[in-house]
């Protein structure tokens, strides 16, 4: 995501907790700060795209090198990563304080999207932060949405992963009855992607699922942190949502037996693991 940002033209500060990253952007281009509070010194736009609440508060308010204290006056944050709303509007309106902005922007469409730079990225805030901050967006997405006051990109992105994993699971279920059954997989993906029961998931994940291909697109522990902010929130609005939380429950097992940074079209493998051949041996 930052090489594409640096490949558009835009001069770029960079930090991180790991090298490689770093070392290559530097390589291409790119200036490293040494902590994001030498990044905010320099910046008129500082973006996060991290995995976790805990990670995302302290890189921006609670760590004595934090970004947000250091933000200039008119500066935009923007967090890209999928945390809680709450967490959201607590940094909207700490940012509010010091005269800077602060948008929610969570992304869809996994490492591949990423590496691209065709991600649909959904963005919550000021509105004219958008407006100003939309070009550098539309360096890394193909699909770029203003969706709300601060925290509606966060909970747009939510919405997003109950269809991604209640997805996930009508394409294993899908799968599994095909193959008991004796249908060739990637016949059966073809068609179906061809059909009604077309997705992205069918068609992307269920052809590595034909080919047993479980590396990450997206990897579980990320999904179920999402289920888990997900589930939270609709607890507090009293949101029933069977189908989410069974899948929660699902790769609940894979985390439980170590697997937790395949792809998510590993749920298969708790299908097949429920439902064994005649001839399988326990």
């Not at 967090?79 to 607590?90: A, K």
């Not at 948008?103 to 990423?114: E, H, M, N, R, Y």
């Amino acid at each position: 995501m930052a090489r594409h940002i640096l490949k558009a033209g835009y001069p770029l500060w960079v930090y991180s907790r790991s090298r490689p990253p770093i070392e290559a952007l530097v390589a291409e281009g790119a200036q490293e700060a040494d902590t994001p509070r030498e990044l905010a010194q320099h910046c008129e736009v500082i973006i996060s795209c991290l995995p976790d609440d805990s990670t995302v508060r302290k890189l921006w308010l609670e760590d004595e090198n934090a970004a947000l204290p250091q933000m200039l006056e008119g500066a935009i944050g923007i967090d890209m990563g999928t945390t809680s709303p709450r967490l959201t509007r607590e940094l909207a309106e700490f940012a509010g304080l010091r005269g800077a902005l602060f948008l929610d922007a969570p992304v869809t469409g996994g490492q591949w999207g990423a590496e691209a730079g065709t991600l649909t990225i959904m963005v919550g805030g000021d509105r004219e932060a958008f407006e100003r901050a939309l070009p550098i967006l539309q360096t890394m997405g193909k699909k770029v949405v203003y969706v709300g006051e601060s925290g509606k990109g966060q909970l747009m992105k939510l919405a997003n992963q109950i269809a991604v994993a209640v997805g996930m699971l009508a394409v294993s279920e899908a799968l599994l009855f095909a193959e008991r059954v004796g249908l060739e997989l990637n016949q059966v993906v073809e068609v179906l992607s061809s059909g009604a029961a077309g997705s992205w998931a069918m068609e992307n994940l269920g052809a590595r699922i034909a080919r047993r291909d479980f590396q990450p697109g997206f990897m579980i522990k990320l999904l179920q942190k999402d289920l888990r902010i997900l589930l939270e929130e609709a607890g507090d609005q009293h949101i029933p949502l069977f189908g989410t939380a069974l899948v929660h429950q699902l790769y609940q097992t894979l985390q439980a037996s170590g697997e937790e940074r395949l792809g998510t079209q590993a749920l298969t493998l708790v299908l097949e693991r429920l439902a064994p051949k005649p001839n399988d041996v326990w």
